[in-house]
């Protein structure tokens, strides 16, 4: 269970700038756009990590294909129950 006031994502949402801050995409609902947030993280919990700063419970948070995104690109969430381009 997260600590009160963090946020939970998938190992694999967080990733790393060059000089080791740990960020995450997230993207906007209304603009379908990405945008890199840099976090703070906490305890990890089997295979998710505490966010405890920078994200809010509500935001989506992008798990996939982090290396191919960037601010300028038009993205869609998935729908729950599906993978890749099903979604």
Do not use: C, Y
């Amino acid at each position: 269970t997260a600590a009160k006031g963090t946020v939970l994502v998938p190992v694999e949402a967080v990733a790393f700038t060059p000089d080791s801050k740990p960020f995450v995409w997230v993207i906007d609902a209304g603009t379908e756009h990405a945008k890199k947030r840099v976090v703070s993280v906490g305890a990890m919990h089997k295979d998710s990590i505490e966010i405890t700063k920078g994200v809010a419970a509500k935001e989506l948070v992008a798990v996939a294909a982090l290396n191919s995104l960037d601010e300028t690109q038009r993205v869609r969430p998935m729908k729950k129950g599906t993978q890749g381009l099903e979604g």
